[in-house]
């Protein structure tokens, strides 16, 4: 039997997307770097165009001259060699959380990317090193907070340009390592940076731009799991599903919204009521819910396109154009548009959160929940008084939400001038990637609890009597069963919401074609 193997993701010429960024990241496609004749040639080529400006001793910034509001203090030829070392030396000065693995290893992929452009004067030495990280994993160690995500990720992509040259740590096979023993042990002499090559590596997006590739792939993935869950509560309230019919919504023909009702009719495998209604207009959070998810499902080609536009650029300062002989001087490491597209998520994201939980808050309330019982607890009626079923899970969801409502304030216009006022202006992109994925992490939680909760309420109205769920739900209710079992008495549900966060994250069930 024949194991399919993944298309590896190609490094050079061509433009990646943020599936090939989120595979790599979960190591489940390899990296390869384009390996032509003509391909090597042009990235060698700018590289020995810098070098023969060095030979005319020709003015360049950070090559021979300092960094950042320091470009006016000259660097002596004979001090050139040891300028790269000081930078990421000096840049080492990260705190907060390591980045996990996954973020890493999208840290690298995108870095490489933004490299293989061909115009920042770096070897292919240098490609082949990145490459053989992602290919043997060798993760750099790098603290999440330090950017303000202009003159790029300088101080986080520091650690990337020191263990390539085998300095700092890394996690290897599992473990922290000094990057020097990794070397070793992989037969590798570490890497002495080129004059530029520090600076391409540091004065650039990738980590903004690699989280915003992680925290794209959970929105989208979000937003049909918020949809599914939206339609098992439909179910769960007895709602009308009237609320999503096609011709309603030809007259306000939002794409992503006119998809968000398509999937509700779809999985709710109805075009009428099939009982009396106990409202003729459901309340918001149902009737509404294309609309809310809409936003979201229409934001997503935009986002995709700012995105994925700042992967396949070239994004550091000085670019250089061997074939002009030309040195440009400008600011392509500015992330304003990652700093947008993540600031615009958490809002997106946030209000994806508030509609669960306005959901979960009808599905526990007797007055608002159509017949199911308090809190949606399985007791039967001799313990039923002692009983509280998923009234604490409705407390946690609207604490999540509420932070990630909090959340929703945006980064960029934070802006903060640093660096003596040569960096006046900044995107504060980094911090609205973290942010983006901080409010996604709270936003799943109230999915974990919201699909659990619906779920309940979809097997107590099967207790009760009703045998017609749609096939969609009811295929999703048998993958969910197994896991998570009814409530009946009360338990403490912290692991299985945990292991729902966990399938939520995996992508675990497919959602819509």
């Known amino acids: 039997m024949t194991t399919h193997q993944p298309d590896p993701v190609v490094f050079g010429e061509h433009a990646l997307s943020i599936e090939q960024i989120v595979a790599l990241s979960q190591r489940r496609a390899p990296a390869q770097l384009q390996d032509d004749a003509a391909y090597r040639e042009k990235i060698a080529k700018g590289a020995r165009f810098l070098d023969s400006l060095l030979d005319r001793e020709g003015e360049i910034y950070g090559i021979t001259t300092g960094y950042g509001d320091s470009c006016v203090v000259a660097v002596p030829l004979h001090q050139v060699e040891a300028l790269p070392r000081h930078l990421f030396t000096f840049h080492g000065c990260g705190l907060g959380k390591l980045l996990d693995a996954p973020s890493t290893r999208a840290v690298l992929a995108s870095r490489l990317q933004s490299l293989c452009h061909g115009v920042s004067g770096v070897r292919v030495e240098l490609l082949e090193r990145l490459q053989a990280f992602l290919e043997h994993d060798i993760l750099p160690l790098i603290p999440e907070e330090g950017s303000v995500g202009a003159s790029g990720d300088l101080t986080p992509l520091s650690y990337v340009a020191a263990t390539l040259t085998g300095q700092r740590d890394v996690l290897y096979k599992g473990e922290r390592r000094s990057s020097a023993e990794v070397h070793a042990e992989l037969g590798w002499t570490p890497l002495t940076l080129r004059p530029k090559e520090a600076l391409a590596l540091m004065n650039g997006t990738a980590v903004m731009t690699a989280l915003a590739c992680l925290a794209y792939s959970r929105a989208d993935y979000l937003l049909k799991l918020a949809t599914r869950i939206t339609a098992l509560n439909v179910v769960a309230l007895e709602g009308n599903p009237e609320h999503f019919d096609e011709r309603l919504f030809a007259a306000k023909p939002h794409p992503g919204q006119t998809q968000v009702a398509a999937w509700l009719r779809e999985d709710l495998a109805i075009n009428a009521p099939t009982a009396p209604l106990h409202r003729l207009q459901d309340r918001y959070s149902l009737r509404c819910a294309p609309h809310v998810?809409?936003?979201?499902?229409?934001?997503?080609?935009?986002?995709?396109?700012?995105?994925?536009?700042?992967?396949?650029?070239?994004?550091?300062?000085?670019?250089?154009?061997?074939?002009?002989?030309?040195?440009?001087?400008?600011?392509?490491?500015?992330?304003?548009?990652?700093?947008?597209?993540?600031?615009?998520?958490?809002?997106?994201?946030?209000?994806?959160?508030?509609?669960?939980?306005?959901?979960?808050?009808?599905?526990?309330?007797?007055?608002?929940?159509?017949?199911?019982?308090?809190?949606?607890?399985?007791?039967?009626?001799?313990?039923?008084?002692?009983?509280?079923?998923?009234?604490?899970?409705?407390?946690?969801?609207?604490?999540?939400?509420?932070?990630?409502?909090?959340?929703?304030?945006?980064?960029?216009?934070?802006?903060?001038?640093?660096?003596?006022?040569?960096?006046?202006?900044?995107?504060?992109?980094?911090?609205?990637?973290?942010?983006?994925?901080?409010?996604?992490?709270?936003?799943?939680?109230?999915?974990?609890?919201?699909?659990?909760?619906?779920?309940?309420?979809?097997?107590?109205?099967?207790?009760?009597?009703?045998?017609?769920?749609?096939?969609?739900?009811?295929?999703?209710?048998e993958q969910l069963a197994s896991d998570f079992p009814p409530v009946i008495e009360d338990r403490a549900l912290e692991a299985e919401l945990r292991l729902c966060l966990t399938r939520i994250r995996e992508q675990h069930w497919s959602l819509y074609a």
């Open 293 to 477: 998810l809409g936003v979201l499902a229409d934001s997503l080609g935009l986002l995709r396109q700012f995105i994925e536009t700042e992967l396949n650029s070239a994004n550091d300062n000085p670019l250089i154009d061997a074939e002009a002989e030309r040195v440009l001087h400008g600011g392509h490491f500015y992330g304003g548009h990652i700093a947008f597209a993540m600031d615009s998520l958490k809002n997106l994201v946030g209000n994806v959160a508030d509609l669960l939980d306005r959901q979960l808050a009808l599905l526990v309330d007797v007055r608002y929940n159509h017949g199911l019982p308090s809190n949606l607890s399985g007791a039967p009626a001799e313990t039923a008084m002692i009983n509280h079923g998923f009234k604490a899970v409705q407390i946690g969801a609207s604490a999540w939400t509420a932070e990630a409502l909090k959340n929703t304030m945006p980064a960029s216009v934070f802006s903060r001038s640093t660096e003596c006022h040569n960096q006046d202006k900044v995107s504060m992109g980094t911090i609205a990637a973290r942010d983006a994925l901080r409010s996604l992490e709270l936003a799943e939680q109230v999915a974990a609890a919201t699909l659990l909760a619906a779920n309940q309420g979809v097997w107590l109205r099967q207790q009760a009597g009703k045998n017609d769920i749609p096939a969609p739900l009811l295929s999703m209710r």
